[in-house]
């Protein structure tokens, strides 16, 4: 009898240590699929002081967000955006060669519906960019933009959709499209900062900016919000752009506007000199304001108008670099002097790209010779007894040469400051251009070698 009792004892001892290692594989497999929490990253110290800005309310236009676990646990990372009946729509996108595939349906529906009676939406996650992810990618888009049009009651091609984050993984569409029922319900013309906050990725603070012109018989309110961080270099950036206006304006006027601007703005800012697959600039007229249409691009109206929606934009992307993964310094490089803007454009990218210059900047050191290499290497017309170097107002190099008054520590002191101007003047024509860029920490090698984690 005690030897059955013993070997009972044996038998159950062995299958509580099955069970506990069934356990412990269910407890992984639960783990490894489910999405996890990530901690969030610190606050830029070059965000902007007051916060979030309070926007003006666009009529005809209503967000929510919601968190949907698309990648992490308790992160809002689904944004929908509503659009009145009549909403024209202007854009512009990334050109890379493998940009993903919401910015290929994006731009196919611009080119055949980007004017129309009917109303629009804009649906956007974070956390997965829906990017190298084969014929799986379109169905995806097709997945979520085609349930949003069915819950709105809307044409698919009037739903416009944008996906950020990790580059190569399938995009979990059913967790998206399982919360349309509570975007729908949440949908509020005031939520404009959690429509912001669901875009963030390795953002550290919501991105907004607004404006407001007299038009002819009432005013004309713009607001719009951004998301970017890192992967920031022109055409566009690793950033997703969303303005929103209540103008009435044709699609055509708009996008001429749109197109004209884009250069001096979002492609003249750059972090680190990469460009991402996902880059879009949704801009969306809901012709819902008291004042008349604007019909002629040369009225006054029209120059008002795109002058605030400029404003806008540079606002935007300036925050982006604000916002530059481990930024401490934001800095503008201003080249003036050079035979023709395409040398200028060369010469600022150059300087604004190379890491040398950008560590110094993040050491605060004032070393100009880095400058100088920059110049050289850019493959732009110069003349090393022309150009002048600028730190501010510091005239610190000329002729071939450092000035004979140069200060090393009136210099130095200079780059303690959290804004900086680099000016170059190249002495061999009169064309321009500044671009917007930061400092290159340690910090940023930490983001990004823990991004996909």
């Given at each position: 009898m005690?030897?059955?009792?013993?070997?009972l004892?044996?038998?159950?001892?062995k299958?509580?240590?099955?069970?506990?290692?069934?356990r412990k594989?269910?407890?992984?497999t639960?783990?490894?699929?489910?999405p996890?929490?990530?901690?969030a990253?610190?606050?830029?110290?070059?965000?902007?002081?007051?916060?979030?800005p309070?926007?003006?309310?666009?009529?005809?236009?209503e967000?929510?967000?919601?968190a949907?676990g698309?990648?992490?646990?308790?992160r809002?990372?689904?944004m929908?955006?509503?659009l009145a009946p009549?909403?024209?729509?202007?854009?512009?996108?990334?050109?890379?060669?493998?940009?993903?595939?919401c910015?290929?349906?994006?731009?196919?529906k611009?080119?055949?519906?980007?004017?129309?009676?009917?109303?629009?939406?804009?649906v956007v996650?974070s956390?997965?960019?829906?990017?190298?992810?084969?014929?799986?990618?379109?169905?995806?888009?097709?997945?979520v933009?085609?349930?949003?049009?069915?819950?709105l009651?809307?044409?698919?091609?009037?739903v416009?959709?944008?996906?950020?984050?990790v580059i190569?993984e399938?995009?979990?569409?059913?967790?998206?499209t399982?919360?349309?029922?509570d975007?729908?319900?949440?949908?509020?013309?005031?939520?404009?900062?959690?429509?912001?906050?669901?875009?963030?990725t390795t953002?550290?603070?919501?991105k907004?900016?607004?404006?407001?012109?007299?038009?002819?018989?009432?005013?004309?309110?713009?607001?719009?919000?951004a998301?970017?961080?890192?992967?920031?270099?022109?055409?566009?950036?690793?950033?997703?752009?969303?303005i929103?206006t209540?103008?009435?304006?044709p699609a055509?006027?708009?996008?001429k506007?749109v197109?004209r601007?884009?250069?001096?703005?979002?492609?003249?800012?750059?972090?680190?000199?990469?460009?991402?697959?996902?880059?879009?600039?949704?801009?969306?007229?809901?012709?819902q304001?008291?004042?008349?249409?604007?019909?002629?691009?040369?009225s006054k109206?029209?120059?008002?108008?795109?002058?605030?929606?400029?404003?806008?934009?540079?606002?935007?992307?300036?925050?982006?670099v604000?916002?530059?993964e481990?930024?401490t310094?934001?800095?503008e490089v201003?080249?003036?002097?050079?035979?023709?803007?395409a040398?200028?454009h060369r010469?600022a990218?150059?300087?604004?790209?190379?890491?040398?210059?950008?560590?110094?900047?993040a050491?605060?050191?004032?070393?100009w010779?880095?400058?100088?290499?920059?110049?050289?290497k850019?493959g732009?017309?110069?003349?090393r007894?022309?150009?002048s170097?600028?730190f501010?107002?510091?005239l610190?190099?000329e002729?071939?040469w450092r000035v004979?008054?140069?200060s090393?520590?009136?210099?130095?002191?200079?780059?303690r400051?959290q804004?900086l101007?680099?000016?170059v003047?190249?002495?061999l024509?009169k064309?321009?251009?500044?671009?917007?860029?930061?400092?290159?920490?340690h910090?940023?090698?930490?983001i990004?070698?823990?991004?996909?984690?």
């Amino acid at each position: 009898m005690a030897k059955k009792d013993a070997d009972l004892k044996a038998d159950l001892k062995k299958l509580k240590e099955k069970v506990q290692k069934l356990r412990k594989k269910v407890r992984k497999t639960a783990k490894s699929e489910a999405p996890s929490a990530k901690k969030a990253n610190p606050v830029s110290p070059l965000a902007p002081k007051d916060g979030f800005p309070a926007l003006p309310v666009i009529a005809g236009v209503e967000f929510a967000a919601v968190a949907a676990g698309v990648r992490y646990a308790g992160r809002t990372d689904v944004m929908l955006a509503r659009l009145a009946p009549g909403t024209a729509i202007a854009g512009a996108f990334t050109r890379s060669s493998t940009r993903a595939a919401c910015v290929l349906d994006c731009q196919e529906k611009l080119r055949v519906a980007a004017e129309s009676d009917e109303g629009a939406a804009i649906v956007v996650n974070s956390g997965n960019a829906n990017a190298f992810t084969g014929k799986g990618g379109q169905e995806a888009v097709d997945a979520v933009t085609g349930s949003v049009a069915a819950t709105l009651g809307l044409s698919p091609s009037r739903v416009f959709s944008s996906s950020t984050g990790v580059i190569g993984e399938p995009l979990p569409h059913d967790r998206i499209t399982a919360k349309l029922g509570d975007l729908t319900a949440a949908l509020d013309e005031g939520g404009i900062e959690l429509a912001a906050r669901a875009i963030m990725t390795t953002d550290t603070f919501p991105k907004g900016a607004g404006a407001e012109i007299a038009g002819e018989g009432g005013a004309i309110r713009i607001a719009g919000i951004a998301k970017g961080s890192g992967m920031i270099a022109p055409d566009m950036a690793t950033m997703l752009v969303y303005i929103f206006t209540d103008a009435s304006i044709p699609a055509k006027s708009l996008q001429k506007m749109v197109s004209r601007q884009v250069d001096d703005t979002f492609n003249a800012i750059t972090v680190d000199s990469d460009t991402s697959t996902s880059d879009a600039l949704i801009v969306a007229a809901t012709g819902q304001s008291d004042a008349a249409p604007i019909t002629d691009l040369r009225s006054k109206v029209a120059r008002d108008f795109e002058a605030a929606l400029r404003a806008v934009m540079m606002e935007l992307a300036h925050q982006v670099v604000r916002d530059g993964e481990g930024a401490t310094k934001f800095v503008e490089v201003r080249v003036t002097g050079a035979s023709d803007a395409a040398d200028a454009h060369r010469v600022a990218m150059s300087i604004a790209n190379s890491p040398l210059v950008k560590t110094a900047i993040a050491g605060q050191d004032a070393n100009w010779g880095r400058i100088v290499a920059a110049i050289g290497k850019s493959g732009a017309r110069a003349d090393r007894d022309l150009v002048s170097i600028r730190f501010g107002d510091l005239l610190v190099a000329e002729k071939g040469w450092r000035v004979p008054d140069y200060s090393e520590e009136a210099a130095s002191a200079y780059m303690r400051n959290q804004d900086l101007l680099i000016h170059v003047d190249l002495g061999l024509g009169k064309a321009a251009k500044s671009v917007w860029t930061c400092d290159l920490t340690h910090r940023y090698i930490d983001i990004n070698a823990d991004y996909r984690s």
